[in-house]
């Protein structure tokens, strides 16, 4: 990563978890191209379903290399790649309870996760919004934030996967209050950086203009952002993204999830990282999704955004033991 005061990766035996996703998605694939290039930094784990993966033909000599934890959940009569199934959405979620197992018996030390489908998950019957909300209840964690980022970027989301329409009425001042501590804390512990510099987005045109475009910024987002030192805001999210770019800040927080979005997929969606701040584990997923309508190709996925979540992931864990 080439963040200010991001610290250089070592070679570690920090012990990685990846989880497959769908199995109907590009997961098999990006999994396994992204182990070609980084096995050797640490002791991988693969949870999913061995058969899915050798459909790829993408895994040669990584048999030796890695560990496969099969959970053979998979019918293979029908299966189908890029297709929206319930049982497809079952078997991402076993394959996340796995990793947690694992997490909780000491085998891995972090986890990466592959894309799910959101939709197959609640067809499958299970009524998350992504897999940052699944880990949060599992572990029983109650405030956690995601961040996302890529070599030039940190973005907080202080709201997820809500209709935009919904923004402003989640708003209030604890959560903005609990987003910048996370931020901070994870910056500090797993970032390395000595004394973080935030700024906190507006959430409406100009950052209201003082109060003439909306009352978010005067009621609710400014009198949260005062309590902290060195966290300034809320400004206009253009600007703020601007100086963000320029490296005056090492993170800003967002009010909502394209506000943070739509800067990563401009600057580098091809390194972007999603971590999940506030759980007690590091965890972190490629910034893309199942990428059903390429699904079939595997030979034409990118793994790059897999890859840098893998380094992000070995990084923060080797960070986070050295505090």
Not at 17 to 28: E, V
Not at 124 to 135: D, H, N, R, V
Not at 238 to 264: F, G, N, P, T
Not at 282 to 310: C, E, W, Y
Request: net charge positive.
């Amino acid at each position: 990563m080439n963040l200010k005061n991001s610290p250089t990766l070592k070679s570690s035996k920090i012990k990685v978890g990846i989880t497959l996703g769908d199995p109907s998605g590009i997961g098999s694939a990006v999994i396994l191209k992204a182990l070609q290039e980084v096995y050797s930094l640490a002791q991988f784990y693969v949870i999913g379903d061995n058969w899915v993966l050798n459909k790829s033909g993408l895994g040669g000599f990584l048999q030796e290399k890695v560990n496969f934890i099969d959970l053979n959940n998979i019918t293979r009569k029908n299966f189908k790649v890029g297709k929206v199934c319930p049982e497809y959405g079952k078997a991402s979620v076993e394959y996340l309870q796995t990793s947690l197992e694992l997490i909780d018996n000491g085998t891995i030390d972090c986890i990466v996760t592959a894309p799910v489908s959101k939709e197959a998950i609640n067809l499958a019957g299970y009524k998350y919004s992504g897999q940052t909300e699944y880990f949060a209840q599992k572990t029983n964690s109650q405030n956690t934030v995601m961040m996302l980022l890529n070599d030039k970027l940190r973005f907080s989301l202080l709201t997820r996967h809500i209709p935009l329409k919904d923004v402003a009425l989640k708003l209030n001042r604890k959560m903005i209050r609990n987003n910048i501590f996370l931020t901070k804390a994870a910056l500090k512990k797993l970032f390395a950086v000595k004394k973080p510099k935030l700024v906190v987005c507006g959430l409406n045109p100009h950052a209201s203009d003082n109060g003439l475009i909306g009352k978010e910024e005067n009621m609710i987002i400014k009198p949260a952002v005062k309590s902290f030192g060195n966290v300034y805001g809320p400004i206009s999210a253009d600007i703020a993204i601007a100086k963000l770019m320029l490296k005056e800040y090492d993170c800003a927080v967002a009010m909502y999830h394209d506000q943070a979005l739509i800067a990563l997929k401009l600057t580098g969606s091809d390194k972007g990282v999603n971590i999940t701040l506030g759980l007690p584990f590091v965890r972190t997923s490629p910034l893309h999704g199942t990428a059903f309508d390429i699904a079939k190709f595997p030979r034409l996925a990118n793994p790059s955004s897999m890859i840098q979540a893998i380094k992000v992931a070995i990084e923060c864990t080797q960070n986070q033991r050295e505090v």
